[in-house]
């Protein structure tokens, strides 16, 4: 009988070396044996041994007898796991400690330079430029919670834009009257949307991946996109509780 091919891998990836593993493996067959012992039952040369042995015993694969002459006793494997696996939690700490001061970083600079996750749209002609660009991405959804405000915004894109993809499918949901909105239904291709009576705010959603949202009641006082995995999933989830709460057309 011998170690698995799959079991010496594994204990390989544990950072145990082919003479570590032999050890463990001669021990756990015969029991606590001295260190010549386990030297004459294994390919492991003497003069190697007792430095094979005192790393295991680090490592928490074996215990040493107080008494003369000194034998090995392995300890049980589930035990030994235990040992592996806080060593490895604290192998885990100590790399995220240095990840996160030193790497972490420098992808947070280049995010700022190169790719916020989160913009302020100043003026409208930012605020249409930017709801083009995510209409002309849409591949999948788009989800429309507009608020009266945001009528005048919305009518003022590029029709061409509104060319979608037919694969788009599109969830609108308006504020106010909605004899003020039948227009959007040509423009985004759908037969019915979904009306509230008040809405703080609104937004579009896009594939699930970006979002602008615009906070404010009788005006916008904010505009942001983002494609922060976070607030994009919040924004769905809103939006998903407001359209279930809304009156089709």
Same mark, same amino acid.
């Given at each position: 009988?011998?170690?698995?091919?799959?079991?010496?891998?594994?204990?390989?990836?544990?950072?145990?070396?082919?003479?570590?593993?032999?050890?463990?493996?001669?021990?756990?067959?015969?029991?606590?044996?001295?260190?010549?012992? !386990? &030297?004459?039952?294994?390919? $492991?040369?003497?003069?190697?041994?007792?430095? *094979?042995?005192?790393? #295991?015993?680090?490592? =928490?694969?074996?215990?040493?007898?107080?008494?003369?002459?000194?034998?090995?006793?392995?300890?049980?494997?589930?035990?030994?796991?235990?040992?592996?696996?806080?060593?490895?939690?604290?192998?885990?700490?100590?790399?995220?400690?240095?990840?996160?001061?030193?790497?972490?970083?420098?992808?947070?600079?280049?995010?700022?330079?190169?790719?916020?996750?989160?913009?302020?749209?100043?003026?409208?002609?930012?605020?249409?430029?930017?709801?083009?660009?995510?209409?002309?991405?849409?591949?999948?959804?788009?989800?429309?919670?507009?608020?009266?405000?945001?009528?005048?915004? !919305? &009518?003022?894109?590029?029709? $061409?834009?509104?060319?979608?993809?037919?694969? *788009?499918?599109?969830? #609108?949901?308006?504020? =106010?009257?909605?004899?003020?909105?039948?227009?959007?239904?040509?423009?985004?291709?759908?037969?019915?949307?979904?009306?509230?009576?008040?809405?703080?705010?609104?937004?579009?959603?896009?594939?699930?991946?970006?979002?602008?949202?615009?906070?404010?009641?009788?005006?916008?006082?904010?505009?942001?996109?983002?494609?922060?995995?976070?607030?994009?999933?919040?924004?769905?989830?809103?939006?998903?509780?407001?359209?279930?709460?809304?009156?089709?057309?």
């Amino acid at each position: 009988m011998s170690i698995g091919e799959k079991t010496r891998i594994i204990m390989k990836e544990m950072g145990l070396n082919a003479y570590e593993i032999e050890s463990i493996f001669v021990l756990l067959k015969n029991g606590q044996m001295t260190a010549m012992d !386990i &030297s004459q039952k294994s390919s $492991i040369p003497y003069s190697k041994i007792y430095e *094979v042995l005192n790393s #295991l015993k680090e490592k =928490g694969w074996l215990k040493i007898s107080e008494s003369r002459p000194f034998k090995y006793i392995p300890v049980p494997p589930n035990e030994a796991m235990l040992v592996e696996k806080m060593r490895f939690e604290d192998k885990y700490q100590n790399w995220k400690t240095i990840i996160s001061d030193e790497l972490q970083p420098l992808y947070e600079n280049r995010q700022l330079v190169e790719h916020p996750e989160m913009l302020i749209l100043r003026g409208q002609e930012a605020v249409i430029t930017k709801l083009e660009e995510i209409l002309k991405k849409a591949s999948k959804e788009l989800m429309i919670a507009a608020p009266i405000f945001a009528r005048n915004i !919305i &009518s003022s894109i590029d029709p $061409i834009i509104l060319n979608l993809k037919k694969s *788009v499918n599109v969830k #609108l949901m308006v504020a =106010g009257k909605a004899l003020d909105w039948q227009f959007l239904k040509i423009f985004f291709r759908i037969e019915t949307f979904r009306i509230r009576k008040h809405m703080f705010g609104g937004g579009i959603i896009a594939d699930g991946k970006e979002a602008m949202l615009f906070l404010g009641e009788d005006k916008p006082s904010l505009v942001v996109w983002s494609d922060h995995i976070g607030l994009v999933s919040f924004a769905r989830e809103y939006f998903q509780f407001l359209w279930d709460s809304s009156k089709t057309t």
